[in-house]
């Protein structure tokens, strides 16, 4: 989880409240911004998923290059 993931719970959470006080006080142009705050909140999430996989695809093939420059390494040092 990053600070994405969490601003968009965040945002998730202020919209859902936004849009139900636009319908309590049939307030359309309100309960429209809440369904934005809505929208904006599961952007930022699925932007941090793509963050944290990049990230993890990254560390992956650090490793990788890792194991393999230390397999030609002990191939040359024999």
């Known amino acids: 989880m990053n600070k994405d993931h969490v601003k ?5 959470v202020k919209g859902n409240v ?3 006080a636009g319908k309590a006080t049939n307030d359309s142009s309100t ?15 699925a932007f941090g998923d793509v963050k944290d996989k ?5 560390d ?3 490793e990788k290059t ?4 230390n397999k030609v390494k ?3 040092n024999k």
Not at 8 to 12: F, I, L
Request: hydrophobic share 35%.
């Open 8 to 12: 968009g719970a965040a945002d998730e």
């Open 18 to 20: 936004k849009e139900a």
């Open 31 to 45: 309960e429209a911004k809440g369904k934005l705050d809505q929208l904006k909140g599961k952007a930022e999430q």
């Open 54 to 58: 990049a990230s993890h695809a990254a």
């Open 60 to 62: 992956e093939m650090k």
């Open 66 to 69: 890792e194991e393999l420059s």
């Open 74 to 76: 002990e191939k040359f």
